[in-house]
C-alpha cells in the first residue's frame, strides 16, 4: 500500500550510541531527520539529568543573542539569513562560541554605556545653554528692588532688620507639561515672594535615551530669603527639574554660554567616534549573530535529545529508543556507521517488539499537505488505518463546486490560486508575515482545485456571473410550436408566458449536449426546475458518498485481522444504508429514466411512495412507479402539466415530478402494481433486520473468543509473557508476526481486559449512532442543494442591482463607458467581497463538514498521533 493511502510501517529501534559518538550521531540524525526518540528518562527530573549542565550553558548563550539580537534591532539593522547549511557544532566549540559572544556583549554594554553618558552630558550642556540663551535676565527683579518710586524715601536708613537681604536666582528646564503645576504651587508655597519667568524653547531637543525630539521649558525665579530658597529647590527636585547656576552680572553670563558651546562641541566628536565604534561592534555581531544562533540551537536540541537517553551499566555507551520508519531503517542504519567509524566504535540500531501503538506517518508534497492537513484537523489517523486524504483529492473541492457553481467565479479563484501557485519559489512570497495571506498560500493547490472544480459544475449549470451562455445549439424550438400551435398577434398580446409541448413535433430536438440549456434561463419555472434537480442531485451524492465511506471500512478489517467485521459491522451496514436510501436513489434515476413526457402528468410521486415503504401501505391515488413500463430507448422527451415553458437539462429534466426524461407511446405496461410494494416491504425489513446484528454480532463474537482465552489463562501468567516476549525474535526482523501486532499490539490488550458490559454500551452507541446517522447524513447533505441555489440566486441578484442598471442607464457611447466604470468596480467589489470571500468561506465550511462528519466517520477514527522526527529543518528555515 502507498503511503498516502495508509500510513507507512513504523518499527520501534533500540540505539547503542558509543559516548565518544553520541553526541555526532544525534546531530547527524538531526539533520536527516529519520527518528522520534523515546523519553526513557520520564522518571528523572531535567535537573538530575546527564547534560543538563549543557543544556544550561547553551540558554545561557540563547539569552545572550537575545540581547545582541534587541541591540541590532535597536539600531534599526537586519539580521541576514545565515548561509547554506551549517551543522551542529563539535562539543569543544562551545567554550569558544560562549567567550566569543560574552565578550563581543560586554564590549557592546560598555560602549552602548558610554553613548548613553555622552548624550546625558551633552543633553545637561544643551539645556543649560539654553537656560543661559534664552534672555530671562534679572532686569525685572532688579526693576522691583533697585527701582525708586514716589511712595519710597530718597534716603534709606542707616540700619534695620532688611539691610543685608539680597535678590537669588533659581534658573533650570522642566518638561512643558509640568510647567503650569509648578507655576501654582511655587506661587502658594512661597505665598508671592518670588518672580518667575517660564519660556518654551524654540527649538526641540535631541532626548538622549529615545533620541526623538522633544520640547523643554525654562524657567528663571528671583526670591529673597534662605527660606524660600529652600522650598523652591525642594519643589523643583520633585517636578524633576534641570537646575543649572544662573550668574547675575550679563558679561559672565555670556563667557559662560561660550564655554558650554565649546564643551557641547568637543562632546559631540567624542560622541560620534564612539557612535562610529559602535557600528563596527554591530558588524562584528551581525556577523556571528545569525550563524551562532543556529548553531547554539541545533547544539541545545541534540542535547535535549541525549537527556532523554539511558547509561549502559559500563557507562561506555548511551542506550536511546525510536521510532523510525522501515523504509528509513538503512538510511538509519549507515548515517550510525559513517558518524561513529571516526571514534573506532561502530553505533548499532536494531528492532525490538513493543506493543504501544506506534505512531502515524504520512509523507507529503506541496500538493498534497493542505488535503492532508483537512484530515489532520479533524484527528490524527491511528496506526495504518485508511488515509482518507486521496480521497479528499478529489472529493473535497468537488463537493465545494456543487455549492459554488459558477464559471466567472470559480476562473477567478483558479487564477488567484494559479498566481500564488507559480510565484511560490519566490523568497518575497514565502517570507510574508500576514497571517491571512499565509492561510491562502499554504492551501494555494486547494484553491486551484475548488476553482477549476467550480469551473467544471459551473458549465454544468450553465452559469457565468448569473447569465446563461449558449456554448451549443438550444434543444428547443419555439418557430416548430408557434408554426402548429397557430399563434396569433392577438394571442401574443393577450399571452405574456407562452409554454412550449415537447410532445409537438419539432418543438424538442434533444437534450443539450452539456449542461443545462440555456432556454431555461428564459422559463418561468427556472427556480422549480433548479430546485428539484439540485435536490435530487444532493441526495444521490449523498448516499454515493457515504456507501463510499463504508465500502472503505472494509479496508480497515481486513487489514488488522478483523474479518468478523466484514459480516457483522460493514455488510449489515451496507444492507440497511443501501436497503433504505439506496433505493431512493433508485426511485429517482428510475423515473428520470423511464417516464415519458405524455404520461408526466400522471406520473407517480416518490415521495409518497417512500413515506409508504415504512407505513407498509399504498396510496390509492399514486399509482406505482414499476414495474410499469419499460424503457425503449434513449429518445426522451419532457412536458409541463399545467402549461409552463418547458426545456430540457443535463440528464433529462431533474426538475419536478413532471420534468422526467421517458420512451414516449412505446412504453408498454408489464407486471401487476403488488410487485413494488413487495419489494419495498422486503426491503424495510431486511433493513430493520440489520439493526440487532449489528447491535449483538460484534459483542457476541468478541465474548465467545475470549471465553476460551480466560480457561486457557493460567496461575504463572508473568513468565508465559516473559516467554512470549524472548520468542519473538523475527518480530524484531520481520515485523509483527499477527495482524494484532500491525495495529499496535491493542488487541491483546482488549482481550484481556474485555468487559463485557462496556462492549455492549460501546456497540450500542455505534449502531445507534450508524442508524441515525443514515437519515441525518442523508438530510445533511442537502445542503448542497441549498447553498447550491443560495450562491446562484445571489449571484442574479447582483447582477440584476448592479450591472443591469448600468448596462440601461446610458445608450450613447460616452455616456455609458463614464456611467460603467464606477458600477463595474462596485460590482467587482462586491463580487469579490460577498460571492468569493464570503460564499465561499460558507461552502467552504459545509463541504469541510461533509467530510468530517458524514463521509470520514464512517471507517476513520483519528485516534493516533503523528510521528514527530527529530530534526533541524525549522532551525534551517
Given at each position: ?20 559518538a ?5 546531530s ?23 547534560f ?55 564590549e ?24 543661559l ?74 532626548h ?8 523643554w ?60 565604534f ?22 541545545k ?37 559513517d ?32 488535503f ?24 473535497f ?52 482545485l ?60 434533444g ?24 435536490m ?71 415521495l ?13 391515488t ?53 410487485v ?48 512470549g ?15 494484532e ?31 441515525l ?105
Open positions: 500500500m502507498g503511503s498516502m493511502f495508509r500510513s507507512e510501517e513504523v518499527a520501534l529501534v533500540q540505539l547503542f550510541l558509543p559516548t565518544a553520541a553526541y555526532t550521531c544525534v547527524r540524525l538531526g539533520e536527516l531527520g529519520l527518528v522520534e526518540f523515546r523519553d526513557l528518562n520520564a522518571s528523572v527530573s531535567a535537573f538530575q539529568r546527564r543538563v549542565v549543557d543544556v544550561r550553558r547553551c540558554e545561557e548563550l540563547e539569552k545572550t543573542f537575545t540581547f545582541l539580537q534587541e541591540e541590532v534591532r535597536r539600531a534599526g539593522l537586519v539580521l541576514p539569513p545565515p548561509e547554506g547549511r551549517l551543522p551542529a557544532p563539535p562539543p569543544r566549540d562551545l567554550l569558544r562560541i560562549q567567550e566569543e559572544t560574552e565578550r563581543l556583549a560586554q557592546l554594554r560598555d560602549v552602548r554605556g558610554n553613548q548613553q553618558a555622552l548624550r546625558a552630558q551633552l543633553h545637561q550642556l544643551q539645556l543649560h545653554a539654553a537656560v540663551g534664552q534672555g530671562h535676565g534679572p532686569q525685572l527683579a532688579a526693576a522691583h528692588t533697585d527701582g525708586t518710586s514716589e511712595r519710597m524715601p530718597l534716603l534709606q536708613a542707616p540700619g534695620g532688620p532688611h539691610q543685608d537681604l539680597r535678590v537669588n536666582f533659581v534658573a533650570g528646564a522642566v518638561e512643558p507639561h509640568k510647567a503650569p503645576a509648578l507655576e501654582r504651587l511655587l506661587w502658594r508655597a512661597c505665598r508671592g515672594f518670588l518672580i518667575a519667568s517660564f519660556r518654551e524653547l524654540e527649538q526641540p531637543l535631541e538622549p535615551v529615545t533620541g526623538e525630539p522633544a520640547m521649558m525654562t524657567f528663571l525665579i528671583s526670591y529673597w530669603g534662605e527660606q524660600i530658597g529652600q522650598k523652591i529647590r525642594k519643589i523643583t527636585d520633585c517636578f524633576h527639574c534641570h537646575v543649572f547656576p544662573f550668574l547675575e552680572q550679563e558679561e559672565a553670563r555670556r563667557r559662560a554660554l561660550r564655554q558650554l558651546q565649546q564643551q557641547s562641541q568637543e562632546l559631540q566628536e567624542v560622541l560620534g567616534e564612539t557612535e562610529r559602535l557600528s563596527q561592534v554591530l558588524g562584528r555581531v551581525l556577523q556571528l549573530l545569525p550563524p551562532g544562533q543556529v548553531q547554539v540551537h541545533k547544539m536540541a541534540v542535547y535535549l535529545a541525549l537527556n532523554q537517553c539511558s547509561v549502559s551499566t559500563t557507562h561506555k555507551c548511551l542506550i536511546a529508543e525510536a521510532w523510525c520508519s522501515v523504509r528509513d531503517l538503512p538510511a538509519l542504519q549507515e548515517a550510525l556507521r558518524s561513529s567509524t571516526e571514534e573506532g566504535v561502530s553505533a548499532v540500531a536494531h528492532r525490538i517488539p513493543c506493543r504501544d501503538m506506534p505512531p502515524t506517518l504520512i509523507r507529503t508534497n506541496r500538493f498534497t499537505a493542505s492532508q492537513g483537512i484530515v489532520d484537523a479533524y484527528g490524527v489517523g491511528r496506526y495504518q488505518e485508511v488515509n482518507p486524504a486521496p480521497y479528499t483529492i478529489i472529493t473541492p468537488f463537493l465545494f463546486a456543487v455549492m459554488f457553481g459558477d464559471v466567472g467565479h470559480g476562473l477567478l479563484m483558479f487564477l488567484f490560486a494559479l498566481a500564488m501557485v507559480l510565484a511560490e519559489n519566490r523568497p518575497a512570497v514565502k517570507a510574508a508575515q500576514n497571517e491571512i495571506w499565509q492561510t491562502f498560500f499554504r492551501g494555494r493547490y486547494l484553491l486551484l475548488m476553482g477549476l472544480f467550480s469551473i467544471y459544475t459551473g458549465f454544468i449549470y450553465n452559469e457565468c456571473f448569473s447569465r446563461a451562455t449558449s456554448i451549443f445549439p438550444s434543444g428547443w424550438s419555439v418557430a416548430a410550436m408557434a408554426n402548429q400551435s397557430g399563434w396569433s398577434d392577438a394571442f401574443l398580446a393577450q399571452h405574456a408566458m407562452l409554454t412550449l409541448d415537447p410532445n409537438v413535433t419539432g418543438v424538442f430536438l437534450p443539450y449536449p452539456f449542461g443545462i440549456d440555456p432556454v431555461w434561463s428564459l422559463a418561468a419555472n427556472h427556480l422549480s426546475f433548479l430546485n428539484s434537480f439540485k435530487k442531485m444532493s441526495v444521490i451524492l449523498g448516499v454515493v458518498h457515504m456507501a463510499f465511506g463504508v465500502v472503505l471500512g472494509i479496508f480497515n478489517h481486513v487489514h488488522f485481522g478483523q474479518r468478523h467485521r466484514l459480516l457483522l459491522e460493514t455488510l449489515p451496514e451496507l444492507t440497511f444504508l443501501l436497503g433504505l436510501f439506496g433505493y431512493l436513489v433508485f426511485l429517482v434515476i428510475y423515473k428520470w429514466l423511464c417516464v415519458s413526457a405524455a404520461s408526466a402528468a400522471s406520473a407517480p410521486s416518490i409518497i411512495h417512500f413515506i409508504n415503504m415504512f407505513l407498509f401501505s399504498h396510496s390509492p399514486n399509482r406505482p412507479l414499476y414495474p410499469r413500463q419499460v424503457c425503449c430507448g434513449w429518445g426522451a422527451q419532457l412536458t409541463q402539466p399545467h402549461g409552463d415553458p418547458m426545456v430540457t437539462g443535463p440528464l433529462g429534466a431533474a426538475g419536478s415530478s413532471s420534468e422526467k426524461r421517458g420512451c414516449g407511446p412505446r412504453a408498454v405496461q408489464t407486471g401487476p402494481s403488488e413494488m410494494e413487495v419489494v419495498q416491504a422486503t426491503l424495510v425489513v431486511l433493513a430493520l433486520a440489520m439493526v440487532p446484528i449489528l447491535l449483538l454480532g460484534t459483542p457476541l463474537h468478541l465474548l465467545r473468543r475470549h471465553r476460551p482465552h480466560l480457561r486457557r489463562r493460567p496461575a504463572g501468567r508473568q513468565e508465559e509473557d516473559k516467554a516476549l524472548l520468542d519473538l525474535p523475527d518480530a524484531s526482523v520481520n515485523g509483527w508476526s499477527s495482524d501486532e500491525k495495529a499496535g499490539g491493542l488487541d491483546n490488550e482488549e482481550e484481556a481486559e474485555l468487559v463485557p458490559s462496556e462492549v455492549f454500551m460501546h456497540q450500542a452507541i455505534h449502531t445507534i449512532e450508524f442508524c446517522g443514515c437519515v441525518s447524513n442523508t438530510a445533511s447533505y442537502l445542503r448542497l442543494w441549498a447553498l447550491s441555489l443560495a450562491h446562484a440566486q445571489l449571484s442574479e441578484v447582483l447582477w440584476a442591482m448592479v450591472m443591469s442598471i448600468g448596462l440601461g442607464l446610458g445608450r450613447e457611447v460616452g455616456v455609458a463607458a463614464v456611467v460603467l466604470v464606477p458600477i463595474f468596480a462596485a460590482f467587482a467589489v462586491m463580487t469579490v467581497a460577498i460571492l468569493l470571500v464570503m460564499e465561499g468561506l460558507s461552502a467552504f465550511l459545509h463541504a469541510l463538514r461533509l467530510h468530517w462528519v458524514e463521509f470520514q466517520n464512517k471507517f476513520y477514527s483519528g485516534t493516533g498521533y503523528k510521528l514527530s522526527p527529530f530534526t533541524f529543518a525549522a532551525t534551517d528555515d
